[in-house]
């Protein structure tokens, strides 16, 4: 373990010296930042495989400030404001007004707020450990069958007898009011602190009980288990973190890389239901292959200790965004949302960005990628295992591409199609998994 980590610090720092000032917009981009005040935004029309069609809408409202400014060249704005509504068919609601504003006033100190409410009907829980890596899909029932693959489940449940009983086998009901407050401060250009807070009511119920086509729902695996964190509650935690980051531009970076660690604790001081701790590390690198082709990569590693609830153990709590996994668009596609989740997660995608066409209608800039992607990750139940034994074969592989449009460089769209061995996902959503 000693080893890996000096071999981790050695690149690191190897970045650092090749890499010391890049954190500025290049000038072909720079010459494309529009100056003062400006709208974007989409009516929401979108699908995903663990939420189904969504609709709703999402309205940014951006000031770039002037060429003058100080910090026009490095900041990525200097205000992004926007609010959403958006629900589906599958029963998820994620409504949020979210404000960011970099070097605020002029001063080096930059502020992420968001109010939100999130209620999903249908959340996934498919168990929690390293165990649940290195099985396949069970009910755990008086008829214990494995499933080599989701659609072969969902098959057995659409055309077996009597089998509505295990329709929400894998799923439950939340929802989550949530509020958080990050404030970030450069030290260098690069290098920046964060510390913030996230105060959140979560509500637990299942579908135990309920009748479908006459038939009750049997015992999920959630209310089977009935891990911390069953019967919901207050989950708060302050959060702190150390960055360095030379990417050129943050929402669509193409040269330059990110170093971060985070740390959250969360006790009855301020007011949470449970006590626990994480420590999160992520490593993100950009090289431009060509001037229109961008390798992106990423690594990332969390660990939780203490009581840590359920519906909390499955989050990378990365400084600039918290990021669900393992499964979906965030961290490995091709797998349903939070299908691995343990004490100790692993993560690490690739991607080729390739630009290839170039739109300017009615004043506005439109830029189109095609991207393909490999991701992997893991879960362990301790924080040294994923050095001491890291269990290479049980790594969950997800791949495939996608389109995404940078509209004003600064509101990313993307459409993603990922596979696995076990699923596929489809994803319509904002920004880039990372």
Known sequence: MKKTVVCIIILCLFFALQNAMAARLSDEDLAKKIEGWYPTGLPL?????????GYGVRVYLYNNGTRDDEYFAYAPYKMQLYGQFYQTTNGYQYHEINLDMPYIFGTKFRIITSIAY???I???????????AKGKLTLYTTYPTAYETFDKFQDYLDYADND????KYYNYEYTKPSYFLNIYRDITQNLKFLAGLEVKKVTIDTWDGEKFDGTPQG???LQQLQPLGYDGGWSNFIRAGIYYDTRDYEPDPKTGYLIDYAFEISDDTIGSDYDFTRHTVQLQYYFPLLQSLT??????????????????????GFSLNRRTGLGNNRTLRGYREQRFVGPTMTVANAELRWK???ANPWGQNFQFKITVFYDVGNVYDKAADPFTDPRFSDYHQGYGGGL???????????FYYGMSKEDSSVSVDFSHTF
Request: aromatic content about 18%; charged content about 20%.
């Open 45 to 53: 029309v979108n699908y995903d495989s663990d939420n189904g069609f």
């Open 118 to 120: 999130d209620k999903k």
């Open 122 to 132: 249908n959340a996934n829980y498919f168990g929690q450990g390293a165990d649940t």
């Open 164 to 167: 509505e009983r295990f329709l």
């Open 219 to 221: 015992p999920t695996l």
């Open 295 to 316: 390798l992106a990569l990423r690594a990332g590693y969390t660990d939780a200790n203490g009581d840590t609830p359920f519906f909390e153990m499955g989050y990378f």
């Open 356 to 358: 290839f066409a170039e």
């Open 404 to 414: 995404v449009i940078a509209w004003n460089m600064a509101t990313i769209v993307h």
